[in-house]
Nanobody, 126 residues
Framework: QVQPVESGGGLVQAGDSLRLGCAAS????????VGWFRQAPGKEREFVAA???????????IYANSVKGRFTISRDNAKNTVYLQMNSLKPEDTAVYSC????????????????WGQGTQVTVSE
């Protein structure tokens, strides 16, 4: 069992970069895939990116088409943390970003994740 905790949200301008962190406050991410999802006001939760457990696939990654080429997900096993580096941010990236964990392989489907953080707000102004 793990308890993800997000960090790094904030207010930035369009074109800026921001890095979100997802740390395991309890347990370890060693055998867990970690996914990032976002939800804007009035919209459904949307998949952003996910990274497999190292033990599962060596840490393969998947991305939503809307962020491919701009966002990068990575993991620092020594720090038990998964990062989401967000570059070339756009106003439509504004949302609450949440990380979640599930055993072994990542998934686009948020219902497949068992453990969720509280979320962090990212606001991108024009």
């Amino acid at each position: 069992q793990v308890q993800p905790v997000e960090s790094g949200g904030g207010l930035v301008q369009a074109g800026d970069s921001l890095r979100l962190g997802c740390a395991a406050s309890e347990g370890t991410f060693r055998n867990y895939a970690v996914g990032w999802f976002r939800q804007a006001p009035g919209k459904e939760r949307e998949f952003v990116a996910a990274i497999d457990a190292i033990s599962w696939s060596g840490g393969s990654t998947i991305y939503a088409n809307s962020v491919k080429g701009r966002f990068t997900i990575s993991r620092d096993n020594a720090k038990n943390t998964v990062y989401l580096q967000m570059n070339s941010l756009k106003p439509e990236d504004t949302a609450v970003y949440s990380c979640a964990a599930r055993p072994f392989g990542g998934s686009y489907d948020y219902t497949q994740y068992h453990y969720w953080g509280q979320g962090t707000q990212v606001t991108v102004s024009e």
